[in-house]
């Protein structure tokens, strides 16, 4: 169902205007997928919703760089022109406007952990497995820090570690569950 937009995130992530590396799809975006996928079976989300915010939660960082700081607001708009009526995926999706508003949702609340009490369950999904996503990829996450934000290597470090500890303080009880091993690894990595 979501191939079309893995395949339109092939052609983004592989163009020369994406300052995150073609394998920001397979090490960021598709590890978000799945991450989200397990939460919204085990929260009971709506799956579809889940899963394509996850794939497209940051779309407008792929287009454009400069558009980090607003990337998710900006991405909520860009998922209203993707999956509306005249979009690319308004046939293959077959979304509803509900539905499109709440894929919107996500993205534009993705930034940051979220738990139960403070938005819908597709939300918490999507925003926890970004977070997740961060702890579990270290290697790509130390590589961003060192690429696209430019830091020498101690600061991207210390900008790491302080990412791993901020998601991991943020995460519901659910998501520490399905990633306590790769944090104990990456702590382990970090001292």
Known sequence: MCDPVVAFLNRLCTAPVNRFGPEFLAEHLLVVERFAGQLARILGADQTVVRIASLLHDVAAIEDASQIPVHAERGEQLVA????????????????PARILLIGRCVR??????????TVLESVCVSNADAMSQIARPFYWFHYARTV????HAA????????????????????????????AAVTRLLR
Not at 109 to 118: A, L
Not at 149 to 152: A, D, M, Q, V
């Open 81 to 96: 022109e993707l999956c509306g009526p005249s979009g690319p995926f308004a046939d293959s999706l077959r979304l509803d």
């Open 109 to 118: 609340e993705h930034s940051s952990p979220k738990h139960v009490d403070q």
């Open 156 to 183: 991207a470090f210390a900008w790491y570690q302080s990412l791993v500890e901020r998601n991991w303080n943020g995460l519901i009880d659910i998501a520490r569950e399905i990633v306590a091993a790769d944090h």
């Open 149 to 152: 934000k430019g830091l020498p």
